[in-house]
T-cell receptor, first 113, second 113 residues
Framework: GNSVTQMEGPVTLSEEAFLTINCTYT??????LFWYVQYPGEGLQLLLK?????DKGSNKGFEATYRKETTSFHLEKGSVQVSDSAVYFC????????????FGGGTRLMVKP | EAGVAQSPRYKIIEKRQSVAFWCNPI?????LYWYQQILGQGPKLLIQ????????DSQLPKDRFSAERLKGVDSTLKIQPAKLEDSAVYLC???????????FGPGTRLTVT
């Protein structure tokens, strides 16, 4: 079956530091890949997505590249802000599975001023 | 455009009691999902509807959980009787049939004591 593995947190960074959150996946076929963000007390929000190999998703300074050869979709940001503190979820969906999302366990990011 | 609405936001019940959650998807979204998110974990799909038909309920504990979407719009998820391990956030999401982007509601946090 499909599965997503992401690095465990919490990840604690100082403001303006570089961020990487690792995500790898197992899936049959060609899934779409997503990063969702969950701010404290709020629901999940789509941060970015990529639908095919070598696609780069980007939003709000965050980027992730769909790497089929390494089955990875690592999230990066060049300079984090305190307001980026949240839980980040990597996920995949496959048409064969009705586009249901399979999530990783989440990574909590804490950014200190 | 209004987002996915869920109610109640919080619910505390005793074990063996019953509880129901309500979801109103984004207008025009034919596909509706219910996910269970246990603290510290990623969301897991419980059931997926397309219009008023069930697409996937393979992960729904049918001995105690039920869900319906009678008119293809609003949906209700019920638990009867609740167990301690049902304590979680229940998330509703919706999407267009032609899209793999899901939009999430704020969730209902259930505590079973």
């Amino acid at each position: 079956g499909n599965s997503v593995t992401q690095m465990e947190g919490p990840v604690t960074l100082s403001e303006e530091a570089f961020l990487t959150i690792n995500c790898t996946y197992t899936a049959t076929g060609y899934p779409s890949l997503f990063w969702y963000v969950q701010y404290p007390g709020e629901g999940l929000q789509l941060l970015l997505k990529a639908t095919k190999a070598d696609d780069k998703g980007s939003n709000k300074g965050f980027e992730a590249t769909y790497r089929k050869e390494t089955t990875s979709f690592h999230l990066e940001k060049g300079s984090v802000q305190v307001s980026d503190s949240a839980v980040y979820f990597c996920a995949l969906s496959a048409i064969r599975a009705g586009n249901m999302l399979t999530f990783g366990g989440g990574t909590r990011l804490m950014v200190k001023p | 455009e209004a987002g996915v609405a869920q109610s109640p936001r919080y619910k505390i019940i005793e074990k063996r009691q019953s509880v129901a959650f309500w979801c109103n998807p984004i207008s025009g979204h034919a596909t509706l999902y219910w996910y269970q998110q246990i603290l510290g974990q990623g969301p897991k799909l419980l059931i997926q509807f397309q219009n008023n038909g069930v697409v996937d309920d393979s992960q729904l504990p049918k001995d105690r959980f039920s869900a319906e979407r009678l008119k293809g719009v609003d949906s209700t998820l019920k638990i009867q009787p609740a167990k301690l391990e049902d304590s979680a956030v229940y998330l509703c999401a919706s999407s267009l049939v032609t899209s793999n982007e899901q939009y999430f509601g704020p969730g209902t946090r259930l505590t079973v004591t």
